[in-house]
């Protein structure tokens, strides 16, 4: 099917993106009005797109430590044609993240219109 295709490869543009910290391909992925989410520490933060951008931005990247990836789908869930909650897993550096990404397709494709992260886990 194509909406799965497409869901698919936006998937892995997400990936890509982290992995490589490339801004044309996190840009490309991330809707402009994403918000991320996060509440390991207790209480709940709230961090507008632009401020994780700053963040890739600013990253050593994993591919630049010739890392080996480790990225995973655990989930997608159908919330219609257009609309999906995708469960993924992948290391950044020592980090094992548990993301949710909520992604709305749209004129431009398949974009991350709310992300919910958990630090899953440090690896040595």
């Known amino acids: 099917m194509r909406r ?3 869901l698919l490869d936006a998937i892995q543009t997400y990936f890509d993106a982290l ?3 490339d801004l044309a391909l996190f840009d490309q992925v991330f ?3 994403c918000t991320l989410f996060d509440a390991d520490e207790g209480r709940i933060t709230v961090d507008p797109i632009a401020d994780y951008r700053q963040v890739i931005a600013k990253r050593v990247s994993p591919v630049s430590r010739a ?3 480790e990225d995973e789908i655990i989930l997608i869930d159908w919330l219609s044609p257009k609309a999906a909650t995708v469960k993924v897993r992948l290391r950044i550096h020592a980090n ?3 993301d949710h990404l909520c992604f709305a397709r749209g004129a431009e ?3 991350i219109v709310a992300k919910v992260w958990h630090l ?3 690896k040595a």
Do not use: L, M, N
Request: charged letters at 30%; glycine letters at 4%; hydrophobic letters at 35%.
């Open 4 to 6: 799965d295709t497409e």
């Open 19 to 21: 992995y490589a910290c």
């Open 31 to 33: 809707h402009p009005a």
């Open 109 to 111: 494709g398949w974009r």
């Open 120 to 122: 899953e886990s440090v």
């Open 67 to 69: 890392q080996d990836r």
């Open 96 to 98: 094992v993240f548990i």
